[in-house]
């Protein structure tokens, strides 16, 4: 089993930045894709960001393109969502998860982190 443990969210402002962590255990996150999701009040989970198990490639949902910037570091197990310019849009529970491949469908990860919330006041 792999565990993931989000970390970073909290409360900003319209126009702040927050960098949100995961850290994961196991031996073998060389070997996984990972993702970030986010799901707000009564809404369906969203995909925002995914970053191939070498981190060479990386894909967003068009609404963060351009302020947001998924990376890993494999030697510390850990995968990072910078966030910029957040707006009230941006307010959500943010998942992190893994996965064989860095897809936008949620269906095809394995692991889920327990979510941290992210909330953007105006």
């Known amino acids: 089993q792999v565990q993931l443990v989000e970390s970073g969210g909290g409360l900003v402002q319209a126009g702040g930045s927050l960098r949100l962590s995961c850290a994961a255990s196991g031996r073998t996150f060389r070997s996984y894709s990972m993702g970030w999701f986010r799901q707000a009040p009564g809404k369906e989970r969203e995909f925002v960001a995914a970053?191939?198990?070498?981190?060479?490639?990386?894909s967003y949902t068009d609404s963060v393109k351009g302020r947001f910037t998924i990376s890993r570091d494999n030697a510390k197990n850990t995968v990072y969502l910078q966030m910029n310019s957040l707006t009230p849009e941006d307010t959500a529970v943010y998942y992190c998860?893994?996965?064989?491949?860095?897809?936008?469908?949620?269906?095809?990860?394995?692991?889920w982190g327990q979510g941290t919330q992210v909330t953007v006041s105006s």
């Open positions: 970053i191939s198990w070498g981190g060479s490639s990386t």
């Open positions: 998860a893994a996965g064989r491949f860095p897809t936008q469908n949620g269906d095809e990860y394995n692991y």
